[in-house]
Nanobody, 127 residues
Framework: QVQLVESGGGLVQAGGSLRLSCAAS????????VGWFRQAPGKEREFVAG????????HYPDSVKGRFTISRDNAKNTVYLQMNSLKPEDTAVYYCAVDSALTSWDVPDASYKYDYWGQGTQVTVSS
């Protein structure tokens, strides 16, 4: 069982930055791939970043590539999402999620492949 708690959301002006954190419980967290997703009102949940269990591989969609950076500190059981050059269209609730396939090579971008989810943190970008 893994419990995830996101933090770091808030209100920021367009062009600004935020860093989200995802703190996890569980001794095997360091062997799970982790993803960040977001969901805006009336829209489907969207993948925004993924990182392999060792942190050696990352994966981003074109919509955030070059602006968002995912990283992890396994000693602290924490994954981060650094978001720069924020745009109003980045406004959403952001969730972190764990793929419970231990030490998997694949970093999935499909939400159904993730088994544990946090409660989300709101990010609002004003124009």
């Amino acid at each position: 069982q893994v419990q995830l708690v996101e933090s770091g959301g808030g209100l920021v002006q367009a062009g600004g930055s935020l860093r989200l954190s995802c703190a996890a419980s569980g001794r095997t967290f360091s062997r799970y791939n982790v993803g960040w997703f977001r969901q805006a009102p009336g829209k489907e949940r969207e993948f925004v970043a993924g990182i392999s269990w060792m942190g050696s591989r990352t994966h981003y969609p074109d919509s955030v590539k070059g602006r968002f950076t995912i990283s992890r500190d396994n000693a602290k059981n924490t994954v981060y999402l650094q978001m720069n050059s924020l745009k109003p269209e980045d406004t959403a609730v952001y969730y972190c999620a764990v793929d419970s396939a231990l030490t998997s090579w694949d970093v999935p971008d499909a939400s159904y492949k993730y088994d544990y989810w946090g409660q989300g943190t709101q990010v609002t970008v004003s124009s």
